[in-house]
């Protein structure tokens, strides 16, 4: 399974991206938005994670760009943020697709919701 992670905080981003690849995730990286777009072109994503509030191109507009490529449609998209974005609330964010996690998120939880959401009942289990 393939994971976008995008985050200007490099620490962050590498800490992230550690934990998704001891779980068993390709993970690819961005620090922004645009090169987020540019991995979306180029690759197949199962799954995205952004930060929210980023220069330039930031992760809504990140979203915008794969909710009009066909592919990504679908896609479920995870935003986090260490900001309290109160107008994430105003946004048009598909319950059964888009979430949004604080960046105090444990990495744990966050492989945690990964798997679950990409396995959903399958979580843990062997097949």
Same mark, same amino acid.
């Given at each position: 399974? !393939?994971?976008?992670?995008? !985050? !200007?905080? %490099?620490?962050?981003?590498? $800490?992230? %991206? =550690?934990?998704?690849? /001891?779980?068993?995730? @390709?993970?690819? #990286?961005?620090?922004?938005?645009? =090169?987020?777009? %540019?991995?979306?072109?180029?690759? +197949?994503? *199962?799954?995205?994670?952004? +930060?929210? @509030?980023?220069?330039?191109? +930031?992760?809504? @507009? $990140?979203?915008?760009?794969? &909710?009009?490529? =066909?592919?990504? @449609? ?10 309290? !974005? ?7 964010? *598909?319950?059964? &697709? *888009?979430?949004?996690? +604080?960046? #105090? #998120?444990?990495? &744990? ?5 990964? *798997? ?5 009942? $399958? =979580?843990? /289990?062997?097949?």
């Amino acid at each position: 399974m !393939d994971i976008l992670l995008v !985050d !200007d905080n %490099e620490e962050y981003l590498h $800490l992230v %991206e =550690e934990a998704l690849g /001891e779980s068993g995730y @390709k993970v690819h #990286t961005a620090q922004d938005g645009l =090169e987020g777009c %540019e991995v979306l072109a180029n690759s +197949d994503i *199962d799954l995205i994670i952004s +930060d929210i @509030k980023m220069p330039g191109f +930031d992760g809504f @507009k $990140l979203h915008a760009f794969a &909710r009009e490529m =066909e592919k990504y @449609k679908n896609t479920i998209f995870i935003f986090v943020s260490g900001l309290k !974005d109160a107008y994430v609330n105003s946004m048009a964010l *598909d319950p059964r &697709r *888009d979430y949004l996690l +604080d960046k #105090t #998120t444990s990495l &744990r939880e966050i492989v945690r919701l990964v *798997d679950s959401l990409i396995f959903g009942q $399958l =979580e843990g /289990e062997w097949i």
